[in-house]
């Protein structure tokens, strides 16, 4: 492979001498760009072991002029796994190909390199790693995406289905994802006719998502949809958790939401389950559509950039979960439908959106000019609802007479504007008046801003739980006190 390299850079040699001929009657118009023979270049190649690949792309001059491309680099300025040799130019991160000329209704050949060690650590070599390679022409900036795969995974369907629809399905049967290497969803993935298990320990990596990060803007993929026929069961322990996330793992990264599409449960009765699940950087978490039922237990949905969990007119019942950093509502119920939380914790601190949103009713035309509604049956019970609005919690009671009924049994909740149309809030919606308003000064968690949300010390959550017949442990497999338990998914250990 290095010998065949080696031979790219002579013939680009040449390609340097046969330049050197032309007249330096360069086009210099700012309207000039350039053409390419690809806009991504992606290197077929899944890596087992230490290797490399090469592939070429063509830049042509669409123009009868000379023109003179005054920049070529790589976007990484240190870490790039890419080389590139062009017009007998070779560089690196951080180096430049300078001034190199095209005739008229000619092109260039661009020769690029990776190498890959599959054994670096995930935030060397992820699974997918994908790096712009920069044009300047007379003052105009093009680039060509290079898409290149680093860790040896379950491509799912294949790592050619970027950008596509793709279907999973077994004839009403039964498909395990038990292989122990990592599962990489690549595209837009349907699942249907199929009953997908997802043993304890799955990792899980989704390419996609509409993300801008170091100046680049990256696939809209990344969506999970399960059809009216499917039905989705991921069964992690406490031990060894089911984990869904993005195939973007730099560091970096590590915080930016949106990074794919999320997990969408279609119309359909089927019941599906996530137990210890951690569902992170997605657009939206988990949305769950009309008719379709959800047991999720002991999971975690963070830094969302739209809502965590969203059920539209559908059933959900939600025990022990951690909702939290989200860009929409941490949970958001529309269109009616029958809910049940238990010791759930939902915050949402430093986001305009709340943490709970209850709907009845949805538009029924594109401008908003009547709605559907739906009956809403929805009840929390040691949950906590907090963050940094006045009101964490907002009723939408905008069909009549579809009655919006929510009840609420020792839980915290923080609001205030809402007392203004529910002035009766804390003797009609909370149980036995057992709502407590949530007060900023009190401490509640170890550390939000750090994403850790066990239970202070002296926690304002602790001992005002009542117990729950069939939940006796916490998110972390903790017993739950058996007279006074605490508020929340975890239990303090104080």
């Not at 592939?55 to 920049?71: F, L, V």
Request: net charge negative; hydrophobic share 35%; proline share 4%.
């Amino acid at each position: 492979m290095k010998n065949i390299f080696y031979l790219f850079i002579l013939l680009g040699s040449c390609c340097i001498y046969l330049s050197s001929c032309q007249e330096d009657n360069f086009n210099t118009s700012s309207n000039i760009t350039l053409d390419f023979s690809t806009d991504t270049l992606r290197f077929d190649t899944v890596f087992t072991e230490l290797g490399s690949a090469t592939r070429i792309i063509k830049a042509y001059n669409p123009n009868n002029n000379p023109i003179q491309i005054s920049e070529v680099f790589l976007e990484e300025t240190v870490s790039s796994k890419f080389r590139i040799n062009v017009d007998g130019y070779t560089i690196g991160a951080g180096e430049k190909a300078i001034d190199i000329p095209i005739a008229g209704k000619d092109s260039v050949y661009i020769f690029i390199e990776v190498t890959i060690d599959p054994d670096d650590p995930l935030s060397i070599s992820p699974f997918v790693l994908y790096e712009n390679l920069i044009f300047k022409t007379n003052g105009n900036t093009q680039s060509v995406v290079l898409e290149a795969f680093g860790q040896n995974a379950n491509y799912i369907p294949s790592q050619f289905s970027n950008g596509t629809l793709n279907l999973l399905t077994c004839d009403l049967g039964t498909i395990t994802w038990d292989d122990p290497k990592p599962y990489v969803i690549y595209g837009v993935l349907f699942v249907d006719s199929c009953e997908l298990v997802i043993p304890e320990g799955t990792q899980i990596y989704v390419h996609g998502g509409l993300v801008n990060a170091g100046g680049g803007i990256f696939y809209n993929d990344g969506i999970w949809f399960f059809l009216d026929q499917a039905t989705l069961k991921m069964e992690g322990t406490a031990e060894n958790p089911i984990v869904v996330q993005g195939d973007r793992l730099e560091e970096s990264f590590q915080e930016i939401s949106g990074q794919w599409g999320g997990i969408r449960l279609g119309t359909g009765n089927n019941t599906h389950l996530i137990e210890h699940t951690i569902i992170k950087n997605s657009i939206i978490g988990v949305r769950v559509d009309s008719a379709a039922n959800l047991d999720i237990r002991s999971s975690q949905i963070r830094n969302t950039s739209n809502s965590g969990l969203l059920g539209v007119h559908a059933n959900i019942n939600a025990s022990n979960c951690l909702i939290v950093d989200n860009g929409g509502n941490s949970v958001q119920l529309e269109f009616g439908g029958e809910y049940e939380f238990n010791y759930c914790t939902m915050v949402n601190f430093g986001s305009d959106q709340s943490s709970l949103k209850l709907s009845n009713a949805i538009c029924a035309e594109i401008l908003c000019g009547g709605c559907l509604g739906n009956d809403m049956n929805a009840s929390f019970t040691n949950c906590i609802i907090a963050g940094s609005r006045n009101d964490e919690i907002i009723f939408s009671e905008d069909c009549m007479p579809n009655p919006l009924n929510a009840s609420f049994q020792n839980c915290i909740v923080r609001v205030n504007e809402l007392l203004e149309d529910y002035p009766n809030f804390f003797s009609e919606n909370c149980i036995t008046s057992s709502c407590f308003q949530y007060d900023s000064s009190e401490p509640l968690f170890e550390d939000s801003f750090d994403g850790d949300y066990h239970l202070d010390s002296l926690s304002f959550a602790t001992e005002k739980a009542i117990p729950v017949f069939g939940i006796s442990v916490d998110l972390d497999d903790f017993p739950r006190d058996g007279l006074n338990p605490d508020l929340g998914c975890y239990e303090s250990t104080y």
